[in-house]
């Protein structure tokens, strides 16, 4: 609990709304009512493309017969395609974007700097290294498919820490350390990673960490989503439930404080539920960046900067986007596949570039 809500002085009744924040929420009502049906449609086309052919009609056949029982005309192999391959894919990819995208909106807000961001702060390479202790390592080995979610949620909450200790200075948290803080907790859980690589003898290590460092989602099973989406659903619950908090966080400490925020509680119960949720996201995809940093501000252009519209449009907006992100990276080069992470970095270190000049404050 964040102990007293920040409670609005004057009386409901005689607010008057301005005119720019009345057009911010009617483009987010907008955009969350265009997003909703967008996300069913990107997910029907996502299943669909591939080698083989599958009709729009099959696919929600086979996916409404897989959950009720019910029997159809569509073959063996095409079940197979599109229950156990594809749909699991696709909507994990759903739940990495949007989860990541989620991330990106509390950590930006809670560090008050605009550049923040799970990859670039050092958090996934932390995740990553948790991840990858597991699998060469065997840390955690009796948890079994638990152990990964747990090393990779360990490590991400270890970057997070000791990014955000070396980014303050005499009490208050500064964006350029924060930012060098980062770099730095990268590279070196990157050579960490790295070193166990190397003392690793069998022949498939080097691939397996390959795939934390660029991330991807081939070999998606339905039991991968369980976690992830599970604490996606819970942390966008608790986060809309801090949405005004957030607000006032963005603002500064001491506006937080007047309004009754207990500040250093809410950012401790923050970089908790953020840590949890990056670690349980690349412990099944890997380290895909920058989507936290671009859809953030992206949305924010569009709806203002109030959380409780940035946050759901920034999740829809971030599903939507690594959906199809995931299908140009099975398609470009088919049959052969390119790391999602390839992809996001593509595209997302041209925008850190404009938003780094755009915001020169921030660093």
Not at 46 to 74: C, R, S
Not at 129 to 149: D, E, R, T
Not at 284 to 294: D, K, N, Q, R, T
Request: with cysteine; proline share 4%; aromatic share 8%.
């Amino acid at each position: 609990m964040l102990g007293r809500q920040p409670r609005v002085a004057a009386a409901p009744s005689k607010r008057k709304t301005s005119p720019g924040r009345s057009a911010a929420a009617a483009r987010s009502r907008l955009l969350i009512a265009a997003l909703t049906p967008f996300i069913l449609l990107s997910i029907t086309l996502a299943v669909l493309i591939g080698p083989v052919d599958i009709a729009p009609l099959t696919v929600w056949e086979i996916a409404f017969g897989k959950v009720t029982g019910a029997e159809g005309d569509w073959s063996k192999s095409q079940a197979n395609i599109v229950w156990l391959i594809r749909f699991p894919r696709v909507l994990l990819a759903g739940v990495v974007g949007g989860g990541l995208a989620v991330i990106g909106v509390v950590m930006q807000a809670i560090t008050r700097n605009p550049l923040a961001d799970p990859f670039l702060l050092g958090i996934s390479s932390g995740a990553a290294l948790g991840a990858v202790s597991v699998l060469l390592m065997g840390v955690f080995g009796g948890l079994g498919i638990y152990a990964l979610s747990l090393g990779a949620f360990l490590g991400a909450l270890l970057a997070f820490v000791l990014v955000f200790s070396l980014a303050i200075q005499n009490g208050r948290l500064l964006p350029t350390r924060m930012i060098l803080a980062g770099v730095a907790v990268s590279f070196m859980f990157s050579a960490v990673t790295s070193f166990i690589t190397l003392s690793d003898d069998s022949s498939g290590a080097a691939r397996r960490v390959l795939f934390w460092m660029l991330g991807g989602l081939s070999g998606t099973q339905w039991q991968d989503l369980t976690l992830p989406a599970l604490a996606l659903v819970l942390g966008i619950i608790y986060l809309m439930g801090q949405s005004r908090a957030l607000n006032a966080l963005i603002i500064g400490d001491e506006t937080a404080t007047t309004l009754g925020i207990q500040v250093h509680k809410l950012r401790r119960r923050l970089l908790v539920v953020t840590s949890l949720l990056t670690g349980l996201i690349i412990a099944v995809s890997g380290a895909i960046g920058f989507v936290g940093l671009m859809m953030p501000h992206i949305v924010r252009l569009i709806v203002g900067s109030d959380h409780r519209r940035v946050l759901p449009v920034s999740l829809l907006a971030g599903a939507v986007y690594l959906i199809w992100v995931d299908v140009m990276a099975r398609t470009l080069f088919a049959p052969e596949e390119i790391p999602v992470g390839i992809i996001t970095s593509l595209c997302g270190a041209p925008f850190f570039l404009w938003l780094m000049r755009r915001n020169k404050d921030a660093l």
